[in-house]
């Protein structure tokens, strides 16, 4: 009966014409008329809670759900969102105890696994492999690209491309997918069994073929062309880089170290001093500019950037060591 007046209330304000039952709760102004006359509706404060995280009013969204939840603790859609608006907040202990409620209620809850389990691999929880292995087995063998990736930051390289295969056979212009993959491919580590430089540049080249304009792809390139010491290849994708993302001090910085090993120093000089121009507090790129200006004997300018070096860190040792000789 309650839900029936304030559905007269919303119309005689608004019209109810084609207006569906989701519909008229979905305006800020009439949501708050509903909950002023009925607070303890969990739908109603639900639906303003979720209008307040599209404002990015998160303070005020917390205000709702933790009403609403003071009132029932076992809805899903609620807990759902508790969960996002508490690890919006940073309050991720609140999320966990959120979604874990929300699997007890329901195991198979997919939305609410997926969450718990991303939210575990972020804080490097101990059970973040076995639930990504419980997801896939609920998922049909499928997880998402995060998860995907925090399997790789695990060490699980084998695995990982598992996943993005079984994504690639269903997505296989996927930008994301052969990403990760070329990533993967071209990671250098000890213990990634999986380095394999014909996979990883058939990978990065698929991008390119597909999205010339992804100027990670060139960066990501650069860098794999730059562990394989082919320096002069580097420096061609990294300018690439620079084209499509000017603003890319990371590019510059490598460029430089590659001109560098090239043993071009006037050339490495100017691109680590690109780099600076887009941030001044970027100590590595001081510290390689003053290392170069110490190889061209141009020792007052090396001297200017080791106490740059020392403003931006007081305790910077290759600083300390080189302006106490």
């Known amino acids: ?40 509706d969990i739908n109603f404060l639900k639906e303003r809670s979720k209008i307040y995280i599209k404002n990015n009013q ?25 969960g996002d608006i508490y690890y919006f907040l940073n309050q991720t202990r609140i999320s966990k105890e959120s979604w874990e409620r929300c699997l007890k209620i329901n195991p198979n809850q997919i939305e609410c696994r997926q969450k718990l389990t991303e939210l575990l691999c972020i804080v490097r929880n101990p059970q973040c492999k076995l639930m990504i292995d419980t997801l896939s087995i609920i998922n049909n063998g499928l997880i998402s690209i995060p998860l995907i990736v925090s399997l790789k930051e695990l060490g699980e390289y084998g695995l990982a491309i598992d996943f993005l295969q079984k994504l690639s056979s269903i997505h296989p ?29 058939n990978k990065f080249e698929k991008i390119i073929e597909l999205y010339p304009d992804h100027s990670q792809v060139y960066y990501n390139f650069g860098k794999h062309k730059q562990n394989m010491l082919k320096y002069d290849e580097a420096l061609l994708l990294y300018s690439k880089n620079i084209e499509l993302d000017s603003r890319n001090k990371h590019s510059y910085y490598n460029m430089g170290f590659c001109a560098m090993q090239l043993a071009e120093y006037s050339r490495a000089i ?21 290392y170069l200006y110490t190889m ?3 020792i007052d300018q090396a001297n200017k950037d080791w106490k ?18």
């Open 308 to 325: 740059t070096c020392l403003m931006l860190n007081p305790s910077y040792i290759p600083a300390l060591n080189a302006l106490s000789k």
């Open 173 to 201: 212009r996927d930008k994301e997918i052969l990403s990760l993959l070329s990533v993967i491919y071209s990671d250098t580590s000890v213990n990634n069994t999986h380095f394999n430089i014909e996979l990883a540049e």
């Open 296 to 298: 061209t004997n141009n």
């Open 270 to 290: 100017d691109y680590f001093t690109n780099a600076i121009a887009i941030d001044n507090s970027f100590l590595l790129a001081y510290h390689a500019r003053a």
């Open 58 to 82: 998160f303070d005020l969204a917390k205000i709702d759900i933790d009403q609403a939840y003071g009132l029932f603790k076992n809805d899903i859609d609620l807990l759902l969102t508790r």
């Open 1 to 40: 009966m309650k839900h029936i007046i304030y559905m007269l209330i919303f119309c005689s304000l608004y019209g109810c014409d084609n207006i569906s039952n989701s519909t008229y709760v979905s305006n800020l102004d009439s949501l708050s008329i509903l909950i002023s006359n009925d607070s303890t």
